[in-house]
Structure formats: C-alpha cells, structure tokens
C-alpha cells in the first residue's frame, strides 16, 4: 500500500486561491453507482449534512477501484488519504484485533480520518473480492472549501439584488452570507405550515412557493399569494412571533437561503429604504418603503 503525501485538513493551511488551480477529475459511473454512492453518503453520520451539491460533486469525482478477498484496505493508525464508498462484497472492521462490525454495499467507510485529521480508527479488511469508490483527501478539501467559497460568493451577489438587501452595509451583507443556509424542498413540500411554532426567516433563491391560508379550522386552505427568487417569507417569526400565521409550499424545485430570528437580529442594524433611487416606479418605491419599515421594525 503507498503512502500518499497527507496534506493537512485544517481549512486555514489551504490556501483558498489556490483551490481554483486544483483540477477536479470526474469518472463516469453508472445510475445504479451515482445513486448507491449518493445514497450511501446521505445515510453517513458524518457526511449527512454537506450540501446536495457538495455530495454531487463528491459522487462525481470518485474513482473506481477493486480488491481481493483478504486484502487490507484501511490500516488502523496509518495516516489515512482516501474515503471509499463498498459498491459490491463485504469488508471486516477491526480495532486492537477485535470484531468491531461488517459493512456491505452502499455504505461510507474511511472518513474519519479525512474529516477529523487524525490516524485511521480502525482496520478494515475485504472479507470477499470488493469494488469500492475512492476519493482522496486533496479532492475531497478542495470541494468542501471550494464549494463554501463559491456558495458564499453567489449568496453576496444573490443578497445585493435584492431590493431589500441593497442598502445593507457590504461588512453586514457578508455576515449574512456567510450565516445563511441552504435548504432544498420539492414540488409540494410544506416549507411551513399554519400553526406550527418557527423563528426561521427564508429567502427563496430558486423556484416559487405558494403562500395559503386557512380562515376557521372547517375551511379549505385558500391560495394567497405565488412567491418567487428574491422573495421571502417567515417574517413574522424575526418579530417574535413563534406561530406560523400561513402555509408555506414548494412549486416544483425550491432553494431557499434560511436564517433564525437571533442571528438576523445580530446581523441587521435596520434598512434604509433606498427611495433616493431615481428610476424606482412608486410602484417599487412603496415596496422599498413598506420592507425596509418592516426591516427597521424588528431589528
Ligand atoms: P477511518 O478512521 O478513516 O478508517 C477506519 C474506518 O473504519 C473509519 O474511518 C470508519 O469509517 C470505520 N469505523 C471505525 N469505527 C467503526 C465502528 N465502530 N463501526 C463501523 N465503522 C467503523
């Protein structure tokens, strides 16, 4: 087994310029493969909560590789470079010589160390012949910190075209950025529902929701409104206002950039209205007007 060269996993040690220049290679896999590598790092602890694009790109980049029945694939205490992903056979988990478990297809093996910059936790054998996806270290940083980077730079660009967030101040703009998250829903999916308890604020940076409300507990829930990219919703909670007053769902695809009620509240220091802008209709005059009101009001 060779050693590759580790390189630290500490964020701050990359430089972030010199990600652009690292080459991401893609292997071509099938369905099948891009939904068992897909599934399995959605099913990991660990791995669970990156992003959709950052586990897509991941999946992307992970190259095939096979071994024999009896081989080692992880030794424990080595310094690990790869994280796999068992598409076919059985391998065997050991620590200090003892069973720990077996792991079949479908599942995420070897992350530890690369996440956690330590020495490989435990052994792992192939108990069968095994085919396995790889990525190594380098790759796998250059997509957790790329990502980040380019998703904090397209959540500055999308803020500062919205007309609420135009006059932010840039320092408070990027605070904002940087304190978003992304969360995804599809056609159909309640967002919020009207009475439920929530302090999350959302801004919809792709696809359109619709807003419904239901007047007494006998009635129909009646369409309000259609909102879309730049809009938001969920206002009520940064007011301190825990329950829900309408229902919120996805039409089709939907990206919306989230933030609870105590981190806006730190972050915005109030919002002028922007009405100096000469070539607003009084149309949008008044929607500047009646937002940056709103904004002001509860922070
Ligand atoms: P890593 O420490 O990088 O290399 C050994 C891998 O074995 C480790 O990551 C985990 O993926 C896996 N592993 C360690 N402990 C356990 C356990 N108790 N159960 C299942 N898998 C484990």
Not at 180 to 198: K, N
Not at 221 to 248: H, I, N, P, Y
Not at 249 to 271: H, M, N, P, W, Y
Request: charged fraction near 25%; aromatic fraction near 6%; proline fraction near 2%.
């Amino acid at each position: 087994r060779t050693k590759r060269q580790a390189i630290s996993a500490e964020p701050s040690a990359l430089d972030p310029s010199q990600l652009t220049d690292v080459t991401l290679t893609s292997y071509c896999k099938s369905k099948e493969s891009s939904d068992l590598i897909q599934r399995a790092l959605m099913d990991n602890d660990f791995m669970k909560h990156l992003e959709h694009g950052q586990i897509l790109t991941i999946m992307d980049c992970m190259r095939p590789t096979s071994l024999t029945k009896g081989c080692c694939v992880i030794q424990e205490g080595d310094d690990g470079s790869t994280v796999y992903v068992l598409e076919e056979g059985m391998v065997e988990v050991t620590k200090e010589g003892k069973k720990l478990c077996s792991i079949g297809p479908g599942k995420v093996f070897g992350e530890l160390a690369i996440l956690y910059n330590c020495t490989r936790t435990a052994t792992v054998t192939a108990l069968t012949d095994i085919k396995l996806w790889a990525i190594d270290r380098q790759d796998f940083q250059t997509i957790m910190m790329r990502t980040g980077l380019i998703k904090y730079s397209q959540y500055t660009d999308f803020l500062r075209s919205v007309p609420s967030f135009q006059s932010l101040a840039e320092d408070v703009l990027s605070k904002l950025a940087d304190a978003l998250e992304e969360t995804r829903y599809s056609d159909g999916d309640y967002i919020i529902r009207q009475g439920a308890t929530g302090d999350t604020f959302f801004i919809i940076s792709d696809g359109q929701v619709k807003v419904s409300q239901q007047i007494s507990a006998n009635d129909e829930e009646a369409a309000v409104k259609t909102l879309s990219k730049g809009d938001w919703f969920g206002e009520q909670a940064l007011k301190g206002e825990d329950v829900r007053t309408a229902s919120v769902t996805a039409v089709g695809d939907v990206t919306c950039l989230v933030i609870d009620r105590e981190s806006f509240k730190q972050l915005i220091g109030g919002l002028d209205d922007g009405s100096d802008k000469q070539h607003d209709s009084d149309e949008v005059k008044a929607k500047r007007q009646a937002e940056a009101d709103f904004f002001s009001s509860v922070s």
